[in-house]
């Protein structure tokens, strides 16, 4: 692997007493999607706050091409579980905001998310509001938002979390085709563990007391990956022990 | 068998206007038949009221020009609360520290009697329409500043969050998140600063005296024991009262037609 995208280091966050994670590091290579399962409440959203400078750190440091991440830069992007999507704006701002808010000319920010909106195959939707929408396109909506700045590095938040189980699963697919076009660095933070071994390279599993990296599972199944990929053997195997390594880290956590 | 749908307690559009004229009916035929009986001969009546109404508007030559007086005030006053109370009650919402330093002077202006600080105005301004204006600016400020306030430190987290991932600074989120995420707010604000507008400007024609406003020509009107004519007078400010509480939130819904929608 050349030098990572990002690079996270001795990570460690509290909330007064309660320590959210402890000592976590690990590296994100470009082109690299690496998935983080574990039980609720063992920080996998705090951590991924922690990565675009949304929430700092008590101790380590997050680096991102080379320089330290301490508030959200561009080059890093989220995607949001509920979507956060604005109701005031219509489909193609929401799409353009992180590009005039950032400066952009709201004309020129319009022209790029116009792009963006089709990719995410919304086009005839651009001047909806997100209450006309499903939930499944409120979501493509909120990815192209994240995608329209270009970013380096895509952060996931249980992104699919949000959706009924048929929606999700195409959604997954779209997502991978999307990536497989344009393949950026990705941290892929979901409650599924279909999802985070279909999705990631790597998976991370979080558990413990104080919660941390319990282990690291490569999963070397080719791309593109579809749903043919779900069916065979050795996602089923890896699915299992990802699983497994997941029960475990929940009884020993609760 | 149709549709089980939610309970229908509502009447329809029809049986609703029916139930409306219906009340209407039976207060006008008391009111009719208690005034010659119990009153004074100079008492309005509904037959009288009626009467009037085209007497009024069409010939009397002091009402529109007395109208404008009155709702320019008004109109003038609210725009300067709508600006000065949003920016207050936004500066109060997103700095607690700000909130907690002004708020006894916001709240204590807004419990303050209106008409109690009437005659300091006049004597820092004038007997004539400043003061009414400051009036209407004392009422009508606190209700917006404090709604504003509400909306503004109830904005969503998740907004605030997806604003500053996104890089939004101070002016974005203020301008850009906190305001639309409490248009709901800014509008309560908006009914409640316009009923006390409303009043503020009659109150201050009635004791400066010395205008040509609607309530001046109320107060004429009743004085010469044109009562018909006074409450016809009295249903121009009820009317407009009446299109600020209710025409402006169905505006509202038109033009931003995602206002209430949550996502």
Redesign the interface.
């Known amino acids: 692997m050349t030098t990572p995208r990002i690079r996270v280091e001795n990570l460690t966050k509290h909330y007064g007493d309660l320590c959210v994670f402890d000592d976590i590091s690990f590296e994100i290579g470009a082109s690299e999607i690496v998935s983080v399962v574990g039980p609720s409440g063992c920080g996998k959203t705090t951590l991924l706050r922690c990565l675009?400078g949304?929430i700092t750190a008590d101790s380590g440091r997050v680096v991102f091409d080379g320089a330290d991440v301490t508030a959200?830069?561009?080059g890093i992007?989220?995607v949001?579980q509920?979507?956060?999507?604005?109701?005031?704006k219509t489909v193609i701002d929401n799409v353009a905001?992180?590009l005039t808010?950032?400066g952009t000319k709201r004309s020129e920010a319009r022209r790029t998310a116009k792009e963006y909106v089709k990719l995410a195959a919304l086009e005839g939707f651009e001047d909806r509001?997100?209450?006309q929408l499903s939930g499944g396109m409120?979501q493509r909506a909120g990815l192209a938002?994240a995608l329209a700045?270009e970013p380096k590095v895509l952060l996931m938040d249980e992104p699919f979390g949000a959706l009924d189980a048929q929606t999700r699963e195409l959604m997954q697919f779209e997502l991978l085709q999307i990536w497989d076009r344009n393949p950026i660095s990705m941290l892929f933070v979901t409650h599924g563990i279909d999802e985070a071994v279909l999705m990631g390279d790597r998976v991370i599993v979080l558990g413990g007391k104080p919660s941390g990296i319990h282990e690291v599972i490569d999963v070397p199944l080719p791309r593109p990956r579809d749903a043919r990929t779900v069916a065979s053997p050795e996602f089923q195997e890896l699915r299992a022990r990802v699983w497994d390594l997941v029960m475990t880290v929940r009884r020993n956590t609760i | 068998m149709a549709a089980v749908t939610r309970p229908r307690t509502e009447l329809s559009r029809g049986g609703r206007a029916a139930s409306r004229i219906i009340t209407l009916g039976a207060i006008a035929a008391i009111w009719q038949y208690s005034v010659p009986r119990f009153g004074r001969d100079f008492m309005a009546t509904p037959f009288g009221i009626a009467r009037a109404v085209p007497e009024v508007l069409l010939q009397d030559a002091r009402v529109w020009p007395g109208a404008a007086e009155t709702f320019g005030v008004v109109a003038r006053g609210m725009g300067f609360a709508i600006v000065a109370g949003t920016l207050i009650g936004l500066a109060m919402g997103r700095m607690p520290g700000l909130a907690k330093a002004v708020a006894p002077y916001v709240n204590g202006s807004y419990a303050t009697p209106m008409i109690a600080v009437l005659p300091l105005f006049t004597l820092w301004l004038g007997f004539n329409t400043s003061a009414t204006f400051a009036l209407v600016v004392f009422a009508a400020v606190p209700p917006m500043a404090v709604s504003a306030w509400d909306g503004a430190a109830s904005v969503p987290q998740r907004y605030l969050e997806v604003a500053r991932s996104f890089g939004a600074r101070r002016r974005d989120i203020w301008f850009g998140v906190a305001i639309p995420a409490s248009l709901p707010y800014l509008l309560a604000g908006f009914r409640l600063a316009s009923g006390r507008a409303l009043s503020a400007v009659v109150i201050a024609e009635f004791l400066i005296g010395t205008g040509n406003g609607l309530g001046n020509h109320v107060m004429r009107l009743a004085q010469t024991f044109k009562h018909d004519q006074a409450v016809v007078a009295v249903l121009i400010l009820t009317a407009v009262g009446l299109f600020l509480a209710v025409g402006v939130e169905a505006i509202t819904r038109r033009v931003f037609p995602w206002f209430r929608r949550t996502t």
């Open positions: 675009n949304l959200p830069i561009p992007a989220i949001f509920d979507f956060g999507l604005f109701p005031w905001y992180g808010v950032r509001f997100p209450h409120q938002r700045t």
